[in-house]
């Protein structure tokens, strides 16, 4: 089943582009952090923003 099994994905032609947004957004974030807590805290998210964008660019509609 695995990761995109799981999910129910928006067929939306904008989804990726703005998780792609949200992704450059989140990673900037994380540069610029001021501590420590909020600096990982924004990788962890970039991570699951990463894993859900490349899940909905795999995922084969068939």
Request: a neutral charge.
């Amino acid at each position: 089943m695995g990761l995109t099994g799981a999910m129910r994905l928006p067929r939306s032609p904008l989804f990726v582009p703005s998780l792609i947004i949200v992704l450059l957004a989140s990673i900037t974030g994380a540069g610029w952090a001021t501590t420590w807590t909020s600096s990982v805290l924004l990788w962890i998210l970039s991570g699951a923003i990463a894993l859900v964008m490349f899940a909905a660019l795999l995922h084969d509609p068939d």
